[in-house]
């Protein structure tokens, strides 16, 4: 699996944000607090939805804002994918109201059929995604 891009809108600390990776190594680098883990967060959110947050969906939205929406492009197995979530705040309380998930077999929409669309795509569930492709800010030694 190979990310492409990533695009977000009021996520976390991103107002707004378009990230384009090339091939090869790519390194993020900033001062604490910059939003390196939330990219990181943000690609992990796309695959697998509220289930992959530590924290909860109201507190992935930017402060002030009503919703929040991470794009993620990725190349898998030979195929191009795109997968889209979407999160609204109504009455202090957030939702996914939107995910979907196109790629060479068709579209998938909802979020637990996304969900189990990546699962099945990747062959890993969030737990393996966690322990073998991702760590978290402050695991790196777990």
């Known amino acids: ?3 492409e ?3 977000l809108e009021h996520f976390k600390c991103f107002e707004n944000g378009d990230l384009r990776l ?3 190594v790519t390194v993020i680098h900033g001062l604490n ?4 883990s939330s990219l990181l967060e ?5 695959l697998y939805g509220a289930t992959a ?3 909860t969906l109201e507190e992935i939205v930017t402060i002030g804002a009503d919703e929040a929406t991470v794009e993620l492009w990725f190349t898998h197995d030979g195929g191009d994918y795109h997968v889209r979530r979407r999160v ?3 009455n202090d309380r957030a939702q996914t109201v939107e995910a979907v998930l196109e790629g060479p077999m068709g579209t998938t929409e909802g979020a637990r059929d996304v969900r189990r669309r990546v699962i099945e795509l990747l062959r890993m569930d969030a737990d393996a995604f966690l322990n073998c492709a991702y760590v978290r800010q402050g695991e790196v030694n777990k």
């Open 1 to 3: 699996m190979k990310f």
């Open 5 to 7: 891009r990533l695009r």
């Open 22 to 24: 090339k091939p090869g």
């Open 33 to 36: 607090g910059s939003g390196k």
């Open 42 to 46: 943000a690609c992990f959110f796309a």
């Open 53 to 55: 947050l530590e924290r």
């Open 88 to 90: 609204q705040v109504r």
